[in-house]
């Protein structure tokens, strides 16, 4: 009820915590639903830029990796819903393979960190294909660490965007934020936070701070 009083007018309540509800209340509602849904037919998020057809093997983390280890797997019908369960389904067993996963009775278990395990692999392969392109040592950024250099570009690494700082003799890849975008080719310096954030100042003179 709160929430169709705050989009729509069609309840009321009073001071007193109770509510007014007109006979048409239900007519009302569905009046404003087939509205709604005829202003925003279908609202499409973007879950993976990943098909399922990547394979099984693939050394970085995925969204079918964030399905498996999230306890509350995305619930999907027909043909998609059945290869879905089928890339699941071979992803564990690989998983299950290498040691990030095993089984027993109470079903699969995941190696704690799973996800941040996976990503750093994935960002060590790209960093090294780029250290070969640049011709630039690739360093990988702990927690805690300065970054500093030229802000180059942005790299895609699996679902994910990251940064790409460059130096005289090396780079880094470090994760991307959209208000990064107007700063590329400036001078960045930033420093990992324990969450894997990175507070980020720009510009030489060091003036402006993205938090």
Known sequence: LEALRRRSGIAERMPTGEWIIAPDHLDRVEAYERKAAEQVPVRVETLTECDLGTPPAY????????????????????????????ALDLRRQWLITQGFADIDAGGTHYQPGLM???????VARVGAQLSRELGLGFVETSQGERIEGTLSRQVKVGDGSFALVERSHEFTLVPWRPMLERQLGSQVEGMMRTTGDISWTVGRSRGLGIE
């Open 59 to 86: 050394e970085g983390a995925t969204w079918l990796d964030q399905e498996l280890t999230s306890g509350e797997p995305t619930k999907l019908g027909g043909q998609f819903g059945a290869a879905l369960r089928r």
């Open 116 to 122: 941040t395990t996976l990503e750093r692999r994935d």
